[in-house]
């Protein structure tokens, strides 16, 4: 996902839940620039559960957990 996805789409065709975890992921890649380690894993895990197919969230995770 990037910040382009929401310039790309029309405000109408995202819905609430995608917004949402839209909204999470934004700030889930600021607690990792930041380095909040403990934060962003749980952002991460959070994540995962609602996607738990997702190999970004995974691979985030895994290097999250590493620091």
């Not at 995608?18 to 403990?38: G, I, P, Y």
């Not at 996607?51 to 970004?56: E, F, H, I, R, T």
Request: net charge negative; aromatic share 8%.
């Amino acid at each position: 996902m990037s910040s382009d996805l929401r310039a790309d789409c029309a405000e109408s065709e995202i819905d609430e839940a995608t917004r949402a975890e839209l909204d999470q992921w934004h700030t889930t890649l600021a607690m990792v620039r930041s380095q909040q380690w403990d934060s962003a894993e749980q952002s991460l895990q959070s994540l995962l559960a609602g996607d738990p197919q997702s190999g970004l969230y995974q691979l985030c995770l895994e290097r999250v957990a590493y620091y």
